[in-house]
């Protein structure tokens, strides 16, 4: 094998894919952690020109973890539609990519060979776009899936409801709950994040939300986002389950330090299409976010964005109803700064549509991060503009339990009328029959969470 | 572009400007023949001077939890319930819009919560508080400042080459407690409560009999720094008091992590911790400190901490 380049008169040469890949990414401190990182500007246009040239087989030929090994590869690989493959795998990346851009290729198009493509080959291509091909591309792509509403539709734009709560309280998450249905949020879904994961908490925050959406015939969804094993039990108990979540890792001793494993997955998933209170067929969600397996050593070497590709590799499995990044989450040793995070959050999203699964991203960071509200404002708009099927909603986008902050409960609504989009179809029509929205902007009703205090849910 | 242009134009942007008021005179001479069509500059009546001087702004602290938690909705169904509402939780609700945009009193609020976090993040601990309690500084192998700190956890919780040598030097060994204070991601953490832990913690330590080591302070600390302190000074518990990553308008919290001899290869696991440790609200300081004393005996007892601990303990 032998990688190698001319660049302004310097030779560079790659040992192997693996290090082709890390280098080719843009700047992120845990590729430099990892020691994947390309070593200098020059360098990582090399690693890029290099990459450009590589054959789609290439990258199918070597995965991340072998196919032996990693239960994760096994996956990915085994889903490949081998006619679509056979027909492409002498592409090389950046062809795949100008392909992508091209206006003659529909979305149809892409769909069908989306279905070709291994976790690899999505990240490759990823590492040769530019923020605005991550943007326009993705716009291209539209991934809706339907449990009890329909996500991801053209000219929608969802919001997850997400009222935690330091101590699970479930009258302050149903206060949370009500100022967030009055902003027009929680058509994606209204999931909690539990800060005690046992079976009585969780099954107790699925009552109360049920409740809620029962009492208001609202045509959305409830979650508890504890441990994979805990919903189970609440599903073979008869607690009332809209959508099962899981954080997942791209590769098997990821998932295992997550305590999950592809036979667990697929076991909740039919516990999941047996059990979950809404239409479906989507019943799934998972969340993902660069620097995951890396900080569970867990990476083998490999750059972090090639290991989230493998996320939407893994989560496509499952028919996901939803799948989101939580981009600035992990903290600066691995996103630094609102200029890594804005990246990683372009390539997740672009890297997920491609993969076929429906995407939406929380925008987020932590307060030891070189970020603030407004560098993740900004991001917002760069993904509505791209597509993106949903993000967070929190009040003032500041969540009391994880401590970290993400978009607030106005960010949804000021980017449905920026871009002239709207709620997921059926919560538009809810939300319009309760007088809280009119073609598509909040009334003067809104934004009062007592508005919901009135059929004596509380 | 010519003279006279250029004066129409100065001239319609004076205009468009005092008729918004946003001019406060309209003693600023306009050349007559600026005004297409007039001979004469046209009179306004002089709005009343306003004096600046005369500008009293006197604000409470809006991070005042009688500030923090008023309902802004305008016109809310049930002004009572909203109150109850925002009562029963620390999110931020009942807060109100512009259009779809926040308030400017919450959007305000917000960001001086977080200024406070990033403040705490990127300074150092005040050097007067250190040498109240005599802790020397020693640093971990982070050499390049707050940004590497944070890039490279490795590194933080490596004692560096000189950091050794003085401890060496200047530190018993084997004491029955060792107590090391951290700066870890907030600067303010430890100034806040220091103070008050530090006294506890001394007097406690001497009424248990139980002989304290030289304490000191280590610059750019991380947690697992407590296994190169038990390494080299072989004390039987190490308390590590470090301060926590900020949240939201909370930048003084602080944890005390706990050891007994800890040594290389420890982690979480091996550790017990009180976390969230600030007045009012949290784990108060004093109370704290009575808390560590008691589980270091508990430590010496079972001779183990951590998992192990519980284990022995049940």
Wanted: some cysteine; hydrophobic content about 40%.
């Amino acid at each position: 094998m032998l990688l190698r380049t001319k660049l302004h008169g310097k030779t560079y040469e790659f040992p192997d894919i693996r290090l082709l890949m890390g280098k080719a990414n843009e700047e992120k401190s845990g590729d430099q952690l990892a020691g994947v990182a390309a070593l200098s500007a020059a360098e990582r246009i090399a690693a890029r020109l290099v990459l450009a040239e590589v054959p789609l087989w290439a990258l199918r030929e070597n995965p991340a973890m072998p196919y032996e090994q990693d239960e994760v590869t096994r996956v990915i690989q085994d889903a490949v539609d081998e006619t679509v493959y056979s027909e492409i795998k002498g592409w090389t990346v950046g062809e795949l990519r100008e392909w992508l851009l091209a206006d003659s290729t529909s979305e149809e198009n892409i769909r069908r060979v989306s279905n070709g493509l291994t976790s690899e080959i999505v990240a490759a291509v990823t590492k040769l776009m530019s923020n605005l091909d991550l943007i326009y591309a993705a716009h291209k792509i539209h991934v809706t899936a339907h449990c009890a509403n329909t996500i991801g539709a053209p000219g929608t734009l969802a919001s997850r409801l997400q009222p935690n709560h330091p101590t699970d309280l479930p009258e302050a998450i149903r206060a949370e709950i009500y100022e967030g249905l009055s902003y027009g949020a929680g058509d994606s879904v209204i999931g909690i994040n539990p800060s005690d994961d046992s079976y009585s908490s969780v099954s107790r925050l699925l009552d109360m939300t049920y409740d809620v959406i029962k009492t208001w015939q609202i045509p959305t969804q409830n979650c508890v986002l504890a441990h994979v094993t805990t919903q189970m039990k609440c599903l073979q108990s008869g607690s009332p389950v809209g959508l099962v979540f899981q954080s997942i890792s791209g590769s098997q001793k990821g998932c295992e330090s997550f305590g999950i494993s592809v036979g667990m997955l697929d076991e909740a998933y039919e516990l999941a299409k047996k059990h979950c209170v809404p239409a479906g067929p989507n019943f799934m969600y998972f969340e993902t976010g660069q620097g995951s397996a890396l900080s569970a050593d867990a990476h083998n070497g490999w750059d972090q964005l090639t290991l989230e590709a493998r996320n939407y590799g893994l989560a496509k499995r499952y028919h996901p109803f939803q799948v989101n990044t939580v981009v600035g989450f992990i903290g600066p040793e691995y996103l630094y700064d609102a200029r890594q995070i804005q990246r990683a959050g372009l390539e997740d999203h672009f890297m997920g549509k491609l993969s076929g699964v429906p995407m939406g991203v929380d925008a987020c960071y932590t307060n030891h991060a070189r970020a603030d509200q407004n560098s993740i404002e900004n991001l917002a708009v760069l993904l509505t503009a791209a597509g993106c099927n949903y993000f967070m909603a929190i009040p003032m986008g500041d969540d009391s339990m994880l401590s970290y902050q993400t978009t607030s409960y106005h960010d949804t609504p000021s980017l449905r009328q920026l871009f002239n989009a709207r709620p997921a179809a059926e919560f538009e029509a809810w939300l319009d029959s309760i007088g809280l929205m009119k073609n598509g902007v909040l009334t003067e009703l809104a934004g009062d969470p007592t508005f919901f205090l009135k059929r004596g849910a509380g | 572009m010519d003279e006279l242009r250029i004066n129409e134009i100065v001239a319609a942007v004076l205009r468009e400007l005092e008729s918004q008021g946003l001019l406060p005179t309209t003693s600023v001479p306009t050349s007559p023949a600026s005004v297409p069509g007039t001979s004469a500059a046209i009179p306004v009546a002089k709005p009343p001077r306003m004096d600046v001087g005369q500008l009293n702004i006197d604000l409470p602290d809006p991070a005042l939890e009688a500030q923090r938690y008023l309902p802004r909705v305008h016109n809310p169904k049930d002004p009572a319930a909203l109150k109850e509402l925002i009562a029963c939780t620390p999110a931020r609700i009942g807060v109100g819009r512009s259009g779809p945009r926040t308030r400017t009193a919450s959007l305000l609020l917000f960001q001086g919560d977080h200024a406070i976090t990033q403040d705490a993040l990127y300074r150092d601990v005040d050097q007067k508080l250190l040498d109240d309690y005599s802790l020397f500084s020693v640093q971990t192998n982070v050499t390049e400042g707050k940004e590497q700190y944070l890039l490279r956890p490795d590194l933080g919780r490596q004692l560096s080459e000189d950091a050794k040598k003085t401890l060496a030097q200047r530190c018993v060994r084997n004491p029955n407690v060792q107590l090391v204070v951290g700066d870890g991601l907030s600067a303010s953490a430890i100034e806040s409560n220091l103070r008050l832990i530090m006294p506890v913690l001394l007097q406690g330590f001497q009424s248990a009999g139980l002989t304290v080591g030289t304490p000191f302070f280590v610059k750019y600390c991380r947690v697992g720094v407590m296994n190169d302190i038990g390494d080299l000074l072989q004390p039987e518990v190490l308390i590590l008091l470090i301060g926590e990553r900020p949240g939201l308008g909370r930048a003084e919290s602080m944890s005390a992590y706990m050891g007994y001899k800890p040594h290389a290869g420890n982690n979480d696991a091996d550790r017990d911790v009180i976390c969230n440790i600030f007045e009012k609200g949290g784990t108060n300081p004093m109370e704290a400190g009575a808390f560590i004393v008691q589980f270091a005996q508990k430590m010496r007892q079972y001779q183990a901490s951590g998992v192990k601990l519980k284990l022995a303990a049940k």
